[in-house]
């Protein structure tokens, strides 16, 4: 079966200018969590989706947002991109909320110039 | 969620066995080991995890202590493709808002 996808793969944004960005899941898959990772601060958690309802967020600021659809497919936002805003978001899907058993995407890679 | 401990970095022989350890002294009774792996520029990949009995797959094997307090990770025959950054993590198996967390995790490099 088809894994996660993630959209577009490489992305180049202004600071200041805001972005969205677009995961897919396994089909059947309700969850879905979002990850930052930097050279820096490694694997960060971002917030899960569950049901379309957000089920667990981490610690970043409101300027990071996101959503999910009847059909499962997520997406997050960053406004008022920043600099320390480039890395690479990871999306992961699973079963079930706070699952461990996550499949993970390639990632989108966010450069802020 | 119990915390971790594993090596920064170790290296390996392609075509033997990579025994990756990982130290979890403070891990609860309901605490499951997991292990993950990234390959340079990929999205983590699921292994294997496992409760208190040893658990193996096509993948790896995963060896608990009787005590629970480490584990390790088996590549029973490394190729230069698991060369990747191997994480323990340990957590209860499910439970809404909780995540998933990442620490440094051992770079694993395969040597031809």
């Known amino acids: 079966k088809a894994g996660v996808t993630q959209t577009p793969r490489y992305l180049i944004k202004t600071r200041g200018q805001q972005v969205t960005l677009s995961c897919s899941p396994i089909s059947g898959h309700r969850s879905v969590s979002w990850y930052q990772q930097t050279p820096g601060q490694g694997l960060q958690f971002l917030f899960e989706y569950f049901s379309e309802t957000q089920r667990n967020k981490g610690n970043f600021p409101g300027r990071f947002s996101g959503r999910q659809f009847s059909n499962s497919r997520s997406e997050m936002n960053v406004s008022t991109l920043e600099l320390g805003d480039s890395a690479l978001y990871l999306c992961?899907?699973?079963?079930?909320?706070?699952?461990?058993?996550?499949?993970f995407g390639q990632g989108t890679r966010l450069t802020v110039v | 969620d119990a915390k971790t401990t594993q090596p920064t970095s170790m290296d390996c022989a392609e075509g033997r066995a990579a025994n990756l350890p990982c130290n979890h002294s403070?891990?609860?009774?309901?605490?499951?080991v997991y292990w993950y792996r990234q390959i340079h520029s990929q999205g983590p990949q699921y292994i294997i995890h496992g409760l208190k009995n040893n658990e193996t797959n096509e993948m790896a094997s995963l060896i608990i202590t009787e005590d629970r307090k480490s584990s390790t990770l088996i590549l029973p025959h490394a190729t230069l493709r698991d060369t990747a950054v191997y994480y323990c993590?340990?957590?209860?198996?499910?439970?809404?808002?909780?995540?998933?967390?990442f620490g440094s995790g051992t770079q694993l490099t395969v040597l031809p």
């Open positions: 992961a899907s699973s079963l079930e909320a706070g699952g461990t058993e996550a499949f």
């Open positions: 403070t891990i609860s009774g309901n605490e499951y």
């Open positions: 993590i340990v957590r209860v198996y499910s439970g809404s808002a909780r995540q998933l967390t």
